[in-house]
């Protein structure tokens, strides 16, 4: 089993920046991709960014150039800059492991919200 506590969601003005953190824990080891996906109302759960233990990274074209993902040991940060108010979304943690990514587990979600 595999624990997800994320931090760091709030408000934001639009070209504004913020930093999530997701830390992990439990069986830590076992984590093969983190990644952070995002929902917004009306909408279905979408992958933002990923980044697997050989730090290889892919994110959504939508953020390409101003979300950055990174991985450090059991937490997995994602910093948001020039944020757009259709980043507006609650932000989840997201771990998977096993053979093929075969289980994965969830963080709470953390809700962003860019508005003037």
């Known amino acids: 089993q595999v624990q997800l506590v994320e931090s760091g969601g709030g408000l934001v003005q639009p070209g504004g920046s913020l930093r999530l953190s997701c830390a992990a824990s439990?069986?830590?080891?076992?984590?093969?991709?983190m990644g952070w996906y995002r929902q917004a109302p009306g909408k279905q759960r979408e992958l933002v960014a990923a980044i697997t233990s050989s730090r290889s990274t892919n994110y959504a074209d939508s953020v390409k150039g101003r979300f950055t993902i990174a991985r450090d040991k059991n937490t997995v940060n994602l910093q948001m800059n020039s944020l757009k108010p259709e980043d507006t979304a609650v932000y989840y943690c997201?771990?998977?492991?096993?053979?093929?990514?075969?289980?994965?587990?969830w963080g709470q979600g953390t809700q962003v919200t860019v508005s003037s």
């Open positions: 439990g069986n830590i080891f076992s984590i093969n991709t």
């Open positions: 997201n771990a998977a492991g096993g053979i093929g990514n075969s289980w994965s587990h």
